[in-house]
């Protein structure tokens, strides 16, 4: 059985600031010294909380098990919990799990981590939870290549680890993923389906509104090298709050010229939920509210009929053939063969539906695929914020200060080393009347 540790919990019962920053960097250490792995090639931060709990269909359990099922077995996950409510199950999950690799880096509980208030983000949360991601990921096992930072509710294709052989020069291995934002100014549950010519999954742009957090691998190594870490892109972020950082790291990376390879004809990563991850267990997509409910939900085939009965005239069910790579199976615990067939709700009235989404999600989110249509039914609404140039242009600016920072402090001479001195050096007092004149030697 495994130890369950959570390194640094109680660093948190301490009120004082300063006082928890010591001993958080005590712990920090400590960790490190403690859990480091001699042979871990890839470290995976998991951050999770109550919801990813519930047994062996919930999140947690899923996205560690499709760990457990890696070819490449050198690899150890390191989880943070930042909530306001403790995650009774975790001790649980990691009990059946069984295995050495998985740790708790973090269990920050209480309500000064609270996630939410009401409906709405609590404006300081994402901030503290990618503080905390940050030193999550220098306690990697400094034997570590690479790192993938993820969200504990989603899944990896069985086949992930041994990609990242192929691309041993990559900076970051960009992955293409199943998503529940799949293409979203396209048409409600159509946005999902195989066509000719239109990707097996969405497409990962590395940039903001098209890509994901758990979607990029990247060099350890580099990352900490050059010190990226997510509480540093502010000033790059061209405004966007923090839960969108993921995006704004992905962009940062590439303005810092990382070489960047893209698995264009996988499907590896599957954020959840996703269409293809609810077809897996039999479920029915709700694409009827994908604005207001954070891009649809999966639900139950009893669900799907209630809400059929409840507003006949307003929602509809279709059949879909999902896109996919034909590799489905990868993400399945037993490789069994997983249909690809899934019932899909939406409003009756499309058109209005559609008008919403592109509202909604803009030419910003649009795929690729789908900016031409988008841009001709949309005409005057049609006015892109390039979000990309904007960020570029402030890595740019950036970078100039840095550099000019540089070379002041090139310019000023260093201070004589008092070893090159035959006097003596002796400790003098200064007091605010004696600073400028002559002071004796004491």
């Not at 939870?129 to 400094?142: F, I």
């Not at 959840?272 to 267990?281: K, L």
């Not at 649809?296 to 053939?321: T, Y």
């Amino acid at each position: 059985m495994p130890a369950i540790t959570s390194c640094n919990s109680f660093a948190y019962l301490f009120r004082s600031p300063i006082l928890k920053a010591c001993i958080f960097s005590l712990i920090l250490l400590t960790c490190r010294t403690a859990r480091a792995s001699p042979s871990a090639e890839i470290c995976v931060v998991i951050r999770t909380y109550w919801g990813h709990g519930g047994g062996s269909q919930a999140g947690l359990h899923k996205l560690m098990s499709s760990l457990q099922r890696q070819q490449n077995r050198k690899w150890e996950a390191v989880l943070v919990v930042l909530d306001s409510r403790p995650f009774p199950d975790l001790a649980q999950i990691l009990q059946q799990l069984d295995d050495d690799r998985v740790w708790v880096f973090a269990e920050w509980i209480g309500p000064d981590f609270a996630a939410r208030s009401g409906s709405q983000w609590v404006p300081t949360y994402h901030s503290m939870l990618y503080n905390l991601t940050d030193e999550a990921v220098r306690a990697c096992p400094r034997s570590t290549k690479w790192v993938v930072i993820t969200n504990g509710d989603n899944e990896y294709s069985s086949t992930l680890f041994e990609e990242l052989d192929h691309h041993p020069d990559a900076d970051v291995v960009a992955l293409d993923y199943y998503s529940r934002y799949q293409r979203p100014t396209a048409k409600p549950c159509e946005r999902f389906s195989a066509e000719p010519g239109k990707p097996a999954c969405k497409q990962n742009l590395l940039r903001w509104c098209n890509t994901d957090l758990g979607a990029n691998v990247l060099n350890w190594p580099r990352l900490i090298q050059e010190n990226k870490r997510f509480s540093q892109l502010a000033p790059v972020a061209c405004g966007l709050p923090a839960e969108n950082y993921d995006g704004v790291l992905a962009q940062h990376l590439v303005d810092s010229n990382w070489t960047v390879h893209h698995v264009t004809d996988k499907c590896l990563y599957d954020h959840s939920p996703s269409p293809q991850s609810c077809a897996r267990i039999k479920g029915v997509w709700d694409d009827s509210n994908n604005v207001w409910e954070g891009g649809g939900s999966c639900i139950s085939q009893q669900e799907a009929a209630q809400k059929l009965l409840d507003d006949p005239a307003g929602l509809e069910q279709i059949s879909l053939r999902l896109s996919s790579d034909d590799s489905l199976a990868s993400f399945s615990p037993e490789g069994l063969p997983v249909s690809a067939d899934i019932g899909c709700l939406r409003q009756k009235n499309v058109a209005v539906q559609h008008a919403q989404m592109m509202d909604y999600f803009g030419p910003t989110c649009t795929a690729d695929a789908d900016v031409e249509s988008v841009k001709s039914i949309m005409s005057d609404k049609w006015q892109p914020v390039d979000w990309s140039s904007c960020m570029s242009n402030a890595h740019q600016l950036q970078e100039q200060h840095r550099l000019e920072h540089l070379r002041i402090l090139a310019q000023i001479p260093p201070p004589p080393d008092p070893r090159d001195s035959k006097e003596p050096v002796y400790r003098q007092r200064y007091n605010q009347l004696a600073a400028a004149q002559p002071h004796d030697e004491l």
